[in-house]
DNA sequence: TTTTACGTACAGTTCAAACTGTACGTAAAA
DNA sequence: TTTTACGTACAGTTTGAACTGTACGTAAAA
């Protein structure tokens, strides 16, 4: 090895770091595609990623979207430049906990309003009819599950305000 | 509507529970697996399951194994009956705390292990050749991941901490 | 012992998600 | 104005995951 070459160990971490953030519930590409941007450095053109990860610019296209909807890129302008530029948000942990911790508390507050509505549902049917010991136990396993979405709030809730402290 | 049936109002439920188990990483069948068992309260056999989900028994198989695994339900002994009897953890906010925690945590440290491994090569590499401003930043940037690994680990031990407290 | 009933390994199939190429709309450049 | 360069909608294709049925190993029952 002559010429210092930085490609092998960059692939590797890409490898290695993209499996963390796939917890954070991004596809492979798009984890693959954010790890890239952020050891660049820079902010990059939808071609520049398409070559270096070897995909079609439309995919490209389809996961930077993903990956800016989820705040965890950013679109830059550079004047005298058409092409689109996309940079990583380098603050990594705040990055992260925030976009996932805003994912948990949006899925969880909209189940749990359908699963109140689901309770309201019940509750008038039981008052139409006698109420079976069946029925009784749906019930109570309901309650648990509604405290179950509750204690899932309170703590992303408490993460959220410790993050941003 | 004469006899009172609890069927649509089961499913409802499911559907709309599978959604919130489905945020800790299980898949859409081993979410409304759990549910279902959760709901009907009592352990049952492969076949039941099989019949109640119209999945196939080989199915239910697998998708319980998977959820043994996490903690999720229990293999229950029962005198005179052969068949294997699964019921689900009733505790439901520290059963799946619990299982999340310890996957995040695995993960993590593993994933921490292997970018250690890979700053070791690459300072073995800069010892022998003169380091590039590129290189630099490259060190720049795998440090922070690991510093971000670090973070994860740390929040993950404190949620740990206060959910057994 | 033989027979029966069970769980699961494995190969094949089905289905949904990921990915691509083309074709189009739009806005800057000429 | 026309031309060029860009991002993306969309249809088609590929790939991998989910799922099934059969066939087997094992242990209880007869």
Redesign the interface.
Known sequence: MVT?D?TN??D??II??S??IE?FGLTPLEARLFTYL??S?EALTLDEMSEALGKSKTSMSTNIRSLSELNLVTRVWRKGIRKDLYKAN?Q??KT??NSYISR?LE??NQ?HD??ED?KQ??EV?CKE?SI?S??K??IN??D??LY??T??EK?FNE?NQNINK
Chains 1, 2 share one sequence.
């Open positions: 210092p930085n160990i960059t590797t971490i290695e770091f499996k963390t917890m952020y050891l450095g380098s990594l942990f992260f906990m948990w899925a969880t189940q359908g699963l689901i549902q019940i049917e009819n079976t069946e029925q136990q749906l396993r309901l648990n599950i179950f979405h204690q899932i703590l993460m």
